[in-house]
């Protein structure tokens, strides 16, 4: 990785007219600066790319799209990145000032790393602003993550706007998002990346995730049955390309995601369902979290309260 790395920050706009100009207003406050900006519209409707159209600076690339997904309009924005680091950026999200900054120290400290990614805020229209807590296996110093599975169990550590990818990883063309999914489309992308590279990852809190937006995804999906994305991670495991050494913590994940399923599904009030996944085998790999589930399903069953 070159000292002075040249950025290319991605950013997905659907109909995020009132905020995507503070979004790209964060990218150009950045300490260190960004060689390009480029703006992929998905079918707007609220007039978001006129908005983009009307900032004068030639860093920003507006390219637009028939509406097509998050995905399709990141893997449009990585084919015209030409920067040595690609960011991805929400349009409704924001960096703070030395985002940029803390990347190129990380890559100057783990040039090797396929993935950088610092901490990130919570933050809600009212003010309110929340740090997403992380195991303490990432606290103080910066850190590179070989294991990345065994931490994401333990606490989900970065998000698609805290972090950035070295442009190589691409070169790969089935380093992509997949297309047609609204959730999990990026957590299947990490995954696939830190089963070949390590992830370096800076604790400090550098980049605000809006919460209180309406329709986002994050905000209205149901996890009622297994993502994609771990369905993916499953065949990946039966088929060996996991390496060897995150094998026991990937499968542990995949447990605790089919369980956290079988929770959703109790909360909506399917009993019958939360316990098929529950007592599947591939919940084994998390034995103690297997055994709650179960616990609390028995006592939903049973009229016992309500589960913890």
């Known amino acids: 990785m070159t000292r002075t790395p040249k950025f290319s920050v991605v950013i997905p706009l659907y109909n995020k007219s009132a905020f995507v100009v503070e979004a790209i207003a964060s990218v150009q406050a950045q300490i260190y600066p960004v060689t390009e900006i480029i703006v992929i519209d998905d079918g707007s409707t609220d007039g978001g790319a006129e908005r983009v159209e009307a900032i004068a600076d030639p860093r920003i690339s507006l390219y637009r799209q028939a509406n097509a997904g998050v995905s399709v309009a990141r893997n449009r924005g990585i084919e015209a990145a030409c920067g040595d680091l690609v960011c991805f950026l929400d349009a409704d999200d924001r960096y703070l000032p030395g985002f940029l900054q803390a990347i190129v120290d990380l890559a100057d400290s783990f040039p090797g790393a ?10 809600w229209a009212d003010g309110r602003r929340r740090v997403i807590p992380v195991s303490p296996a990432l606290r103080g110093r910066d850190k590179l993550v070989k294991d990345f599975y065994a ?22 063309g ?135």
């Open 114 to 123: 396929g993935m950088y990614a610092t901490g990130y805020f919570r933050f």
């Open 174 to 308: 089935e380093m992509r998002f997949p297309p047609g999914e609204r959730l999990g489309e990026d957590q299947d992308l990490w995954f696939r990346i830190a089963e070949r590279y390590a992830i370096a990852y800076a604790e400090s809190p550098l980049v605000e995730y809006r919460m209180d937006v309406y329709g986002s995804a994050t905000q209205t999906g149901k996890v009622l049955d297994v993502l994609p994305c771990y369905r993916r991670l499953e065949e990946r495991l039966a088929a060996g390309v996991v390496p060897h050494a995150m094998r026991r913590s990937a499968r542990k994940l995949l447990a605790s995601h089919l369980l956290d399923v079988a929770r959703f599904r109790l909360g909506e009030g399917d009993v019958r369902g939360g316990w098929n996944l529950a007592a599947d085998n591939r919940t084994g790999g998390n034995p103690l979290y297997r055994l709650r589930t179960i616990g609390a399903l028995c006592c939903a069953a049973f009229g016992f309260g309500r589960a913890r």
């Open 151 to 172: 931490v994401w169990c333990k606490s989900p550590f970065l998000y698609t706007v805290s972090l950035a990818i070295r442009r190589e990883v691409f070169t790969d």
